[in-house]
């Protein structure tokens, strides 16, 4: 079974300071991964995947996130946080189907959310 | 705007009531799942249809159902509704290659009174 861990309820960070929300993950096979983001009263927006190849994958918004398979890690990570980052994050995985017919669907973690300070 | 559109957005109904909530995926997309959010469960899934069939079944309840039809859009049925049922409902679609990321609805917000 596939699993996923958010170990932050909530994180606080000041403007302009880097940020990581953390998530790491539990799977049989190779995991594709997914970071996803809500805002307020709205659906989630897909943000970043890792399927494979580099361990660094960009995506939206200047969001980034680091694949590492020994810590069974993918956090996602800014440079620089802005006020209209603040919301909630999920990390997701899916497990590769061993027989090619499986279903894709994805295991959420609980969600961080992020607030940025100004 | 992700393409996926979902009816209605809001519904209050009481306790034993059935309802449906609709949902049109993304242009070309052959896959449907639907997911219910509350505050202490956090996004679970439910149930996924590709193409018309059932594919996949999460943490669907036997008084829930649902089902995709030929033009693509789904249905999830919802009935002896309980107070626990209130919740956000999301639906998303995707293309079914392995890969690919989900592309969620706006959500229902189903209020059980």
């Known amino acids: 079974a596939q699993s996923v861990a958010q170990p932050e309820d909530q994180v606080n960070v000041a403007e302009g300071n880097p940020l990581t929300v953390k998530c790491t993950y539990s799977?049989?096979?190779?995991?594709?991964l997914f970071w996803y983001v809500q805002y307020p009263n709205r659906g989630l927006q897909f943000l970043l995947k890792?399927?494979?190849?580099?361990?660094l994958v960009k995506g939206s918004y200047g969001f980034e996130a680091e694949f590492n398979k020994s810590q069974t890690s993918f956090h996602l990570k800014k440079p620089s946080a802005l006020v209209s980052d603040s919301a909630l994050y999920f990390c997701?995985?899916?497990?590769?189907?061993?027989?090619?017919?499986?279903?894709?669907?994805?295991?959420f973690g609980k969600g961080t959310k992020l607030s940025v300070i100004p | 705007d992700s393409g996926v559109t979902q009816t209605p957005k809001h519904l209050i109904t009481a306790t034993g009531q059935r309802v449906t909530l609709r949902c049109s995926p993304r242009s070309g997309d052959l896959s449907v799942y639907w997911y219910q959010q509350s505050l202490d469960q956090g996004l679970q899934f439910l149930i996924q249809y590709y193409n018309g069939e059932e594919r996949a079944k999460g943490n669907i309840l036997e008084r829930f159902s649902a089902q995709q039809f030929p033009d693509l859009h789904s249905e999830l049925n919802l009935s002896s509704l309980e107070l626990g049922d209130s919740a956000l409902y999301f639906c998303a679609s995707s293309t079914d290659d392995s890969h690919n990321e989900q592309f969620f609805g706006p959500g229902t917000r189903l209020t059980v009174l």
């Open positions: 890792y399927i494979t190849g580099d361990n």
């Open positions: 799977v049989s096979g190779n995991p594709y």
């Open positions: 997701a995985v899916r497990d590769t189907p061993y027989s090619g017919a499986g279903s894709y669907q994805l295991t």
